[in-house]
Structure formats: structure tokens, C-alpha cells
């Protein structure tokens, strides 16, 4: 999710399992109490559940046309326990559940918060593998301020869920330090296209309606989910190494857009000159006709306002920049995971290093007086949003409010600082290596500094420490007259 200047209206896993788990343990007694749980995220106390790890979802939703009326769906979560449960928490709100089934029986379930809460017929026990099966409604809820999940375009429906809104649309573990494969069915009213992450698995067409079959090869966090449907036309065209790409536009706009969509495959090159192979089996943009004031990197299907690419005021090089940055995420933040919402830094600041990269070899626009902007206004940004690994808490009816000016340029900044202090050849033996070794994964702020520290046989703690986590932003090496400006005590409150 880029920070763009255009208006806006939005925007160790075993470790965090460790603080939650004993709640969900079976109980000698009296029956557990259904409370809302979480798996200790810093930013988001009640986001995922302990006890279990998801390996896949699938997801089957009946589209009823229009998108204001809910969805009929059915959500099927195949998972292997890692504690002994009595009760299964989900995370799950703005739906009504109809039934629960659990490993085929049905299941007692009731709500605590945003959770579903669930009680097998049998506790589970650990190690053991399970199914539920929870039928449900999914609600277009979007407000396109402290809500996400659908959001509704001029001839359907998308998706939106960073940070936290995958569990308005569907009953799931809705931490990113929980990936699992998917696969999503959905049936939609002839003359929708319904287009979902990952590849086609083919269609079934029944009277007056058409069944589209989508799944991932490689795990996916819940908040890059992504389903488009709308009256859309689907492209296709080849990327590097035969690549499928795959672009969905409003049919009606397919001939504007496609000199915008006709450079992916260049700048997938580009990206992969940089740091290696792209990680996914497909890549494409989703463009809506949407009003929701940011773009969206939802895994191998980036979501992007048609707005980008239709006013004019908004030059090539800034459009193409922020298509790159959708792009890079693809390697950081979907390949590679936040381990916790603190990593947030890791996802937005790397996609934000190569969106000014490509403007300075593309567009001759210089990285270094862009990063001499932010370095200016660091400490500003320090004081206001908290330092980029470190950022302050969300407001509770504004989730999205850690996406700051401090995890965007604030932490491309850092990583200038790093180039120049560990010189150009170690940061791009690092970047390659940092998607390599943790592809498919989830990783952490120290698993960046250990690897870091290990390329360049250096000790880097401190310095990573102090450009992190400090208050005050450290002097940047090789430009000792850099200063930044000096923050007004309002703006430190």
C-alpha cells in the first residue's frame, strides 16, 4: 500500500502463540468462557488466534448481483493444532454463521468481540489435524474510513483487508504470521467476471450463473486475499520467462488503460534485475473504479484505483513509480511476511526504496534528494507516528493509522542509511538474499539485522537500534550536513 500525496480516506509467530495459548488449553474443569483472543501482536492484541496453525482455506461465496446485499459463503479451514483445544477461536465479524462443523460434527459456536468461537464436540488434541466448515454471510460493510474488507466498485465488488479486515469477509486466523494456501470459488450472475489471487482453475456455467475456480501455489497471508467482481475484462500477456500476466480492468475502459498495463512485464524485468526471480506463478493489476485513495499489493493481483491512471494531473513517471511499488511487494511483504504489524517497516519501506529507485533510473529523478526530504523530516515523523519499527498503536476506529510517514519514506531512509554504511555491493547481496532465504515465509526486523550483520561480517545491532528505534534520527553516514528540522513541541505530544 503506497503513501502517495493524493488525498486519502484510508490509509517470533511461536513467541506470540506462547503468550495466548494457555487460555485455549482444555480446562480439568468448568468449560473455557468464550473470550476474544489473539496471538500477542504489539498493534493488534486481538488479531489471529492461538492453538492452531491454517494450511489452507477454501472459500466458496454465491454473488447476488448489485453490491450492497450480502453473500451466501461457505469457509473451509484445514488445520493442524499446536495445543491441546476445547475451544476454536476464529476471527470473524460483520457476517451472520449459520452452521459450524467441525471434522465433519456439528459444532456449538457463539462470538466474543470479533472472534467465532467454537466448541468441538471433543477437544482437540495437539498435533492433530482438523476441518471446519463454518457457513456464513459475507457483508459489503466497507465505509472507506476504519473499515475494509469488500469494498464496492461502480460494477461490483473488491478487496481491501490490510491491516485487519480479512475476517469481515470470511471466518479465518487473520495474522500474517499465519499463511496457508487457498483456493476460492465464486458464483456470479452471467455477465460478471469473478477473478481471484493465485491461477484459473476453469469455470462451471449452470443456468443464469458461472462458478470460477481460483487457487495459490505458494502460502498467502489473509490480508492479501483478493476477489474481484464486476463486469471486467481479463488480459492476458506474458511476463519474464513466460511468466502468465494477468490485468483486470472494467471492460468498458480496456483500450484507455492498456498503455499502462502493456509495461508490467518490463517492470517485473526490472524488479527481478534487482533481487531475483519473481516469487508467485502469476502476476497482474486490478484496476477499480473505486474510490478508496490507495492502491493495494494483494498477492499476484495488485489493486489500483482507475483514478491513477485516467487524471491527468498525475505525471507517467509518478504512475509507473507507483506501480513498482505495488510490485516489490510481491517480494517484500507477500513472499516474505511481516512477522508481527512492528515489521510493517520491512513491507512498505523496501516497496518504497525501489518505487524512488526505478523514478531515479527510469525518470531521472535523484533517490538522494528525495531521501534528504525525509531525512529532514524524520524526527517530525518520529515524534508523530513513532520510529519505523516501533510505530505507535492504531486509534481503535482507525486501524489502518499505522500506515505512516514513518514506515514509507521514514524506513527507505533507513534503508539509504544502510547502503551507505555498508556500501552498495553488501546492500544488494543483502536484498537478494533477504527474499531468498525467507521466501514463503515470515520474518522479523532482527532477522533482518542478523542477516545483514552476517553478509557484511559486521556488528550492527547499534546501528540498527538507533535508526529503528530511536526517537532522534541518527546522523546519516557520508552527508554530515544533512540535519533534520528541528520538531515543535505540539508535534512531539
Known sequence: ?????????????????????????????????????????????????????????????????????????????????????????????????????????????????????????????????????????????????????????????????????????????????????????????????????????????????????????????????????????????????????????????????????????????????????YPFETYGVLIAEAQTGFELETQTLSLFERDLFTRSEYPKWYVESIMVHELAHQWFGNSVSPRTWSDLWLNEGHATWYEALYAEETAGKPMETRMKAAYGASDRWRAAGGPPAAPKEPKADHKIGIFRPNVYDGAALFLYALREKIGRPAFARLQRAWVAVHRDDVASTADFRTLASRITGRDLDGFFHAWLYGKKTPPMPGHPDWKPTPVRASAAR
Open 1 to 277: 500500500m503506497p503513501l502517495t500525496p493524493r488525498p486519502r480516506t484510508r490509509r517470533v509467530k511461536a513467541a506470540l502463540l506462547a503468550s495466548a495459548v494457555s487460555v485455549c488449553l482444555v480446562a480439568p474443569s468448568a468449560p473455557s468462557p468464550a473470550v476474544p483472543l489473539g496471538v500477542g501482536d504489539r498493534l493488534f492484541p486481538h488479531l489471529g488466534n492461538p492453538g492452531y496453525d491454517v494450511e489452507s482455506y477454501d472459500l466458496a461465496f454465491t454473488y447476488p448481483g448489485g453490491n450492497r446485499e450480502p453473500l451466501t459463503a461457505v469457509t473451509t479451514i484445514d488445520a493442524r493444532t499446536t495445543s491441546a483445544l476445547e475451544l476454536v477461536n476464529l476471527d470473524f465479524s460483520h457476517g451472520k454463521v449459520r452452521s459450524v462443523k467441525v471434522d465433519g460434527a456439528p459444532a456449538a459456536f457463539t462470538s466474543a468481540g470479533e472472534d467465532l468461537v467454537i466448541t468441538p464436540r471433543e477437544p482437540l488434541a495437539k498435533g492433530s489435524r482438523t476441518r471446519i466448515t463454518v457457513r456464513h454471510t459475507s457483508d459489503p460493510v466497507y465505509t472507506g474510513d476504519e473499515e475494509g474488507g469488500w469494498i464496492r466498485t461502480s460494477d461490483g465488488l473488491a478487496m481491501a483487508n490490510q491491516a485487519d479486515a480479512a475476517h469481515v469477509v470470511f471466518p479465518c486466523n487473520d495474522h500474517p504470521s499465519d499463511k496457508a494456501m487457498f483456493t476460492v470459488r465464486v458464483t456470479a450472475p452471467d455477465g460478471y467476471t469473478a477473478v481471484s489471487n493465485g491461477l484459473a482453475a476453469g469455470t462451471d456455467r449452470a443456468a443464469g450463473a458461472t462458478t470460477w475456480t481460483y487457487y495459490t501455489e505458494h502460502p498467502m497471508a489473509t490480508e492479501l486475499a483478493q476477489i474481484s467482481i464486476g463486469r471486467s475484462a481479463v488480459l492476458h500477456r506474458t511476463g519474464p520467462a513466460d511468466l502468465p500476466v494477468r490485468d483486470v480492468v472494467p471492460a468498458k475502459d480496456r483500450e484507455k488503460l492498456e498503455p499502462w498495463l502493456k509495461k508490467t512485464p518490463a517492470q517485473i524485468a526490472w524488479m527481478e534485475g534487482k533481487v531475483g526471480r
